[in-house]
């Protein structure tokens, strides 16, 4: 039987515990603030460049170049807000009784433009009910599709999504027939602003960090299995309810 904790060891654990809530809020405040303090310069460069590219509508030059900023602009916009979710990410989850199916057909909902446009087949089998933040989860998910069609081979993405009980966890598993990942880029694909396909694909080069962060949160991991030639199963596991 374990021996509680003499109260000055829990007075000192539940001091440290405070100051990293502390730390984390501050982080959080700090992240939302600079994020908004960069978007606003981001969007007077595009103001005025949208401005100089129409004094010169005949000079090509001049509108390739304006082209190539505002675009940038919006790339390093998206990257900011990208920045502020990532960090919000688990911060405030609010884990309820879900189906992981109800989830999956919300975000297929949020994607059904990239998916008809793609021409992705997406096939989902049973999935469990969990605890877990719901739209949290259906970010998740989302990340998991909109990769899988992204990084689609030359034939049309099929997708397959299934789970499986392992001891106390389910595991759900994505499925894709795209390009695959090498095997020495398993774990990198995991990391912030880690991308394989440089500016090819579009992406700020965050949704694996967002979605193992997120999985992380509710007491889960996630990892990939892929030989870098015959496509990608992106694993992760949610405890048994």
């Known amino acids: 039987m374990d021996e509680p904790l003499p109260d000055e060891l829990k007075k000192l654990l ?3 515990l405070h100051e990293r809530e502390a ?12 994020g908004h303090d960069l978007q606003e310069p981001l969007r ?10 129409r004094q010169c509508p005949d000079d090509k030059q001049a509108a390739e170049l304006t082209s190539f900023i ?16 990532y960090a ?5 989850a609010k884990p309820t009784f879900v189906s992981l199916n109800a989830i999956v057909q919300w975000a297929m909902l949020n994607l059904d433009k ?8 997406i096939a989902c089998g049973p999935l469990p009910e969990a605890i877990v933040d719901e739209s949290e989860f259906i970010q998740v998910f989302q990340h998991l599709l909109t990769n899988a069609i992204k990084y689609r081979g030359s034939d049309p993405p099929e997708i397959q999504i299934s789970a499986e009980t392992a001891g106390d966890l389910f595991v759900i598993s994505v499925r894709d027939n795209g390009s695959g ?18 500016r090819e694909v579009s992406g700020s080069g965050l949704g694996l960090a967002f979605c193992r ?18 496509g990608s199963v992106f694993k992760f596991t949610v405890p048994l309810s």
């Open 114 to 121: 990239l998916i008809r446009e793609s021409g992705a087949k």
């Open 23 to 34: 730390e984390r809020e501050e982080w959080l405040r700090f992240i939302y603030a600079a």
């Open 70 to 85: 505002i675009d940038s602009v919006k790339r390093m916009t998206a990257l900011v807000q990208d920045m502020q979710v």
């Open 88 to 92: 919000r990410a688990g911060a405030a």
């Open 14 to 16: 539940d001091e440290c």
């Open 44 to 53: 007077s460069i595009s103001a005025f460049t949208e401005l100089l590219g």
């Open 181 to 198: 990942i090498d095997p020495k880029y398993h774990e990198q694909v995991f990391a912030p602003f880690k991308r394989l396909h440089a």
């Open 213 to 230: 962060k997120i999985i992380e949160a509710h007491g889960g991991r996630i990892w990939v299995e892929s030989d870098g030639q015959h």
